[in-house]
């Protein structure tokens, strides 16, 4: 009897249970996003201190500081090209504290136990920073068509260096060698900063590198750009050619760089955290630091973003295919 009159009690409150849930949840986060932030925001770059995206990484979580009135700091979780840092920030949760700088690739290996499309909330487009082959002084190959004669001559050794798969960098070294013919060898480093000291020491001749963490050796002449994978010049390097006007149309290498929390963070602090960011990217002082650093600055939508990821790599991922390589 008792049993039975606690199931009847149980069925009478069971919508009214589920009810609460469903409007809990959205309130709950709407609650979040009226106090939001009001600790610490965790600033994820999936590469090493340093490099290309932790050099504009603390330029935004500085600028996002002023803004929102609130610590943002930048966090290197670097490991697996950018899968550790992403898959992090995928499992993270969704509450605004916790974003990632996503770079062009992070959908590109096999496995990477996260889902681009479905386990993130694309804020938006931060830059674009084009990848450019640059050598050390000593080669002496000064233009493209002189690196690709060398590639031809010295084969396996003339080494390059790159980041590892899944960069962008990596799989331009690779249709590089599959555009011209060539058998150089690539040798992959954790980061862009690593690369970049091995390649002014000369322990590496070649490099498809990005521009901040190697402008300042370019201008120095401690190292020397050969041409950039933009399809216009570079505002930081006008002298430089791309790579198409070098002769190698089909190599196109830009890195897109945008600012993504985790999926079903609620929508208000996606709009803040956007509006902010748009702010900040169309400010003369960001844009010249960016500009300088070899990048342009891109404010964007998060729809807008959002569509960019899937273009690049969609992109991507049929030059893998077309070149057969395996993406761990």
Known sequence: MIETLLAARLRRAAPIIILSVLLSA?????????????????????????GGVDTVGRVIAQKLTDALGQQVVVVNRPGGGSVIGTRDVARSRPDGYTLLLMVTGAALPANPGYDIDKDFSAI?????????????PSVPAKSLAE???????????????????PTLNYFAAEQFKAITGTNITIVTYKGTGPLTNDLV???????????????????????????????????????????????????????????VAPAATPQPIVERLNAELRKILTSEDVKKRLMDAGGDAMPSTPAEYARN??????????????LGLVVN
């Not at 938006?124 to 050390?136: D, K």
């Not at 690049?312 to 077309?322: P, Q, R, S």
Request: no cysteine.
């Open 26 to 50: 959205p309130a709950w986060r709407d609650a979040i996003a009226e106090e939001y932030p009001s600790r610490t925001v965790s600033l994820v770059v999936a590469y090493p201190a340093g």
């Open 124 to 136: 938006g487009l931060v830059a674009s920073v084009p990848v450019v082959i640059m050598s050390n």
């Open 147 to 165: 690196v690709i004669a060398l590639a031809k001559q010295e084969g396996a050794r003339l080494t390059v260096g790159t980041p590892p798969s």
């Open 201 to 259: 020491g000369g322990h590496v001749m070649l490099a498809f590198n990005t521009l901040p963490p190697a402008i300042g050796n370019i201008r120095s002449g401690a190292l020397r750009a050969i041409a950039v994978g933009s399809p216009s010049r570079v505002a930081a390097l006008p002298d430089v050619p791309t790579i198409a006007e070098s002769g190698l149309p089909d190599l196109e290498i830009v890195q897109y760089y945008g600012l």
């Open 309 to 322: 990821i899937q273009h690049e790599e969609g992109k991507w991922h049929a030059v893998i295919k077309k």
